[in-house]
């Protein structure tokens, strides 16, 4: 969403102008992510959508500051709770990592030690940041563990990682993940490892706990079926940039964007749209060692002029609290596209 649409004091975390850079050698840098602007209101959910390397991950990374090296953040601001946590000593950084703003990674396996059992894990986690006696940590592991649907949590806590599939892990280390009460959570494409049953079921998870407990979440995804069903507002990268953001119904019903349509047209969306043709996006994203002149993507649009394969075109309003980078915005409505039909 447009960070002027929203006050203050609604806004839990924003993102100003962030760019992180990775040196690939002495004289070259990839822009992994360059100049994003972005809000996330308190209690609400944020999708942040688009295809690989489109800068998505290392977003969620650099507001965690865990950016690997040889990637570094080579400016910008990123205000959770007013305060610009770029400017923080590493110290107070770690002190907000994991009680504050927790995150939940793709691959669920790497994240858990396969020597532990699962109570012992969640245990650590609780007491790393909250030293408290074992009575009161299982209070929190059964609460948390009931949170995300975990019934059998006396029987779960005693087994180890590798007696889960990966969907139940997933929603363990969901489980790990809120222990401790964080204000934000971040998901990066929790679901793409997952089959199409599970991935619903672990969208459901995200869903119960941010009812339940009101916590912002912004999830991270390559598939608009996930935010579609999964969030207030959509914010669409693609090359390190922002190239659209609005609501969820203004962006499904309205896109501006051509990439963003693609995006859309891709997958099945809505019930009046399950027999229709869908139709991938033709060619590739750009390499981002060597992002061409102009729109990045131009060359993938069928709406492109000289212009655009000439300026990179600005983010600009084009609705209340819709916002696109676009030197023709689109006026379609999703539901009248004939190439769909």
Not at 62 to 79: F, K, M
Not at 103 to 125: C, H, K, R, V, W
Not at 245 to 270: D, E, F, M, Q, W
Not at 275 to 293: A, C, H, W
Request: aromatic letters at 8%.
């Amino acid at each position: 969403m447009d960070n002027n649409t929203e006050k203050d004091t609604d806004v839990i975390l924003e993102v100003k102008d962030l760019k992180t850079y990775f040196k690939t050698g002495p004289h070259k840098v990839v822009k992994a992510v360059e100049g994003v602007n972005f809000s996330l209101r308190k209690g609400k959910v944020l999708g942040i959508i688009g295809e690989s390397g489109s800068g998505k991950s290392v977003t969620a990374r650099s507001i965690l500051r865990i950016v690997e090296s040889p990637g570094y953040i080579a400016g910008g601001e990123i205000r959770f709770k007013g305060q610009d946590i770029l400017k923080l000593p590493e110290k107070e950084m770690k002190s907000i990592r994991g009680n504050e703003i927790s995150m939940i990674f793709q691959d669920p396996t790497t994240s858990f030690n396969p020597y532990m059992t699962i109570g012992a894990q969640l245990a650590e986690a609780y007491n790393a940041h909250t030293p408290s006696g074992s009575e009161k940590a299982k209070q929190e592991i059964m609460r948390v563990l009931k949170l995300v649907g975990i019934t059998n949590g006396e029987e779960v806590i005693k087994k180890y990682p590798c007696e889960f599939s990966a969907g139940f892990r997933q929603r363990i280390f969901i489980a790990m993940s809120m222990i401790l009460y964080p204000d934000l959570l971040i998901a990066d494409e929790p679901t793409t490892s997952l089959g199409i049953t599970i991935q619903a079921e672990i969208i459901e998870a995200l869903s119960e706990v941010q009812k339940q407990t009101g916590i912002s979440i912004m999830i991270i995804t390559h598939d608009f079926g996930v935010v579609s069903q999964f969030s207030d507002d959509i914010f669409v990268m693609y090359a390190g940039r922002c190239v659209e953001s609005a609501s969820k119904k203004n962006l499904l019903r309205n896109p501006k964007h051509p990439y963003t349509v693609g995006l859309i047209r891709s997958v099945p969306l809505l019930e009046a749209r399950k027999t229709k043709r869908l139709k991938s996006i033709p060619g590739f994203p750009p390499d981002m060692s060597n992002v061409p002149e102009g729109c990045p993507f131009a060359s993938r649009c069928e709406y492109a002029k000289d212009i655009c394969h000439k300026e990179v075109p600005a983010l600009k309003p084009v609705g209340e609290g819709h916002m696109c980078a676009c030197h023709f915005p689109l006026d379609y409505d999703i539901n009248e596209d004939t190439e769909l039909g």
